[in-house]
Every structure is written in structure tokens, then in C-alpha cells.
């Protein structure tokens, strides 16, 4: 089983770039990059992974925050990815959903 923690942002973005920004951010980087499945691993076994809005559809990017331990690192873990993203990037981030 795995849980999923939800990071909701306003930011217009490729799946590429959104991944990019997010790999500079925890200093990591882009597994598969050039996949479809493109994802960023985390260093306690979880993962990240980005849904862009598709054509004619409106923002939000949502970047899921993968997590086999429980909802409680999942949710700890996107809290963190969230603090950073808000300091590395300017993007606005809205908030957390689990």
C-alpha cells in the first residue's frame, strides 16, 4: 500500500520543468527524465511525481508525494518539499491536500 500527500500550486510549468525546479530544491535529481513517468526519489524511499494541467484544462500543478511508510510521512515529507518550494522558486503554493 502507499499513501499520497498532495502539494497544489498556481504555476504554469512543463512536467520537465516543474520536476527540474523541484530536484534543485531538495539538491537531488530527475529519474527517467526522459519518460513519460519521469520522478524524483526521496531519500527515505518515497517519491515525487507531477500531474500538469492538459490542454484546455486550468492550473493547478499538483505534485504528489508518494510514500509507503504511511500518510503521516507522506504528509511530512510534501510539507517539506512545500517549505522549499515556497523559498527556491516564488511559486504560490496553495496548499496540502492528503
Do not use: C
Not at 530527475?30 to 492550473?59: C, H, M, W, Y
Amino acid at each position: 500500500m502507499t499513501y499520497t500527500a498532495t502539494i497544489v500550486a498556481q504555476v504554469q510549468s512543463t512536467k520537465p520543468d516543474a520536476l527540474w525546479a523541484i530536484a534543485t530544491a531538495l539538491n537531488t535529481e530527475v529519474e527517467n527524465q526522459t519518460g513519460a513517468n519521469a520522478f524524483i526519489a526521496l531519500p527515505d524511499g518515497g517519491r515525487v511525481e507531477v500531474e500538469i494541467p492538459k490542454f484546455g484544462e486550468s492550473l493547478p500543478l499538483t505534485i504528489d508525494v508518494v510514500d509507503a511508510r504511511s500518510q503521516g510521512a507522506a504528509r511530512a515529507s510534501a510539507q517539506n518539499i512545500l517549505d522549499l518550494l515556497e523559498q527556491s522558486t516564488g511559486w504560490q503554493v496553495d496548499h496540502l491536500h492528503d
